[in-house]
């Protein structure tokens, strides 16, 4: 990416520029990718996952500890997950992060040569039919976009809105939309028409949660650092 300098200035000031900054918790990127993010949010809820583990090693119910695990591990792992841009390795990390926490809690070593899909059964006979993490992801996108696409309010603007300018050649750079389009097999202006509609396009977003296998870009651009600032903007105006 072309480093192009700027100089800001506030309060006869130069502020200081940086690759990458905190904002609200979230850490955001000159380029607007997200890996560093989601590398952030790994490693802390790894963190949340190791100050319990004298609650793993208990004889605790399962059922507890799972409870403990999805509020205080999954949360922390998932905040802004909303503006992330999926890509092959980044959904990778995410599912390696669910299988470590899943043997963790079920006490099986990976010396035990245990298979995935053993402990997602095992998983799975103890709590039920749920929702995978990275399914849990791909919802809360697809319903953050119908929330947008209804209102009129910055962040639809920016979400919607181009940047003018000539692409450079070769394969572009995947976009945050590009995730939504890719797992709804759906243009831009049906999925405009869809999300108009709030409980039609809850129920698409159960249904396309999983990413289906389709080709992968290269991720990120300015569009993707945008959605992060306003989405993680809107969360505080809430609050």
């Known amino acids: 990416m072309k480093d192009i300098a700027a100089n800001i200035t506030m309060n006869v000031e130069t502020l200081e520029q940086v690759n990458i900054f905190k904002y609200l918790g979230a850490s955001l990127s000159k380029d607007g ?33 799972y409870k403990l695990y999805h509020s205080l591990v999954l949360s922390t792992l998932l905040y802004g997950c909303e503006t992330w841009t999926l890509m092959a390795d980044t959904e990778k990390r995410i599912q390696a992060f669910e ?17 995935n ?3 997602r059964a095992r998983f799975q006979s103890f709590v039920g039919p ?21 209102h009129d309010t910055l962040s639809k ?3 919607q809105g181009t940047v003018e300018g000539v692409r ?36 698409t977003s159960f249904l396309y949660q999983q990413s289906p296998p389709t080709m992968r870009h290269r991720q990120g651009n300015i569009h993707s650092f945008l959605i992060s600032i306003v989405y993680i903007f809107s969360k505080l105006m809430i609050l």
């Open 33 to 65: 990718t997200c890996p560093a993010e989601v590398r952030i949010r790994i490693v802390r809820a790894t963190a949340s996952m190791a100050s319990l583990q004298k609650i793993w090693r208990s004889n605790t119910s399962f059922k507890t500890k």
């Open 99 to 115: 299988m470590k926490c899943m043997r963790k809690l079920l006490r099986i070593s990976y010396i035990e040569c245990k298979t």
């Open 117 to 119: 899909e053993f402990v």
């Open 130 to 150: 749920r929702e995978p993490l990275l399914a849990t992801v791909n919802r809360r996108k697809l319903q953050w976009f119908g929330h947008v696409t209804r």
């Open 157 to 159: 603007t920016i979400l």
């Open 168 to 203: 450079k050649s070769g394969r572009q750079r995947k976009s945050w939309l590009d995730n939504v389009k890719e797992w709804t097999t759906l243009s831009m202006p049906e999925l405009l028409i869809q999300a108009t509609d709030r409980a039609g396009w809850r129920r």
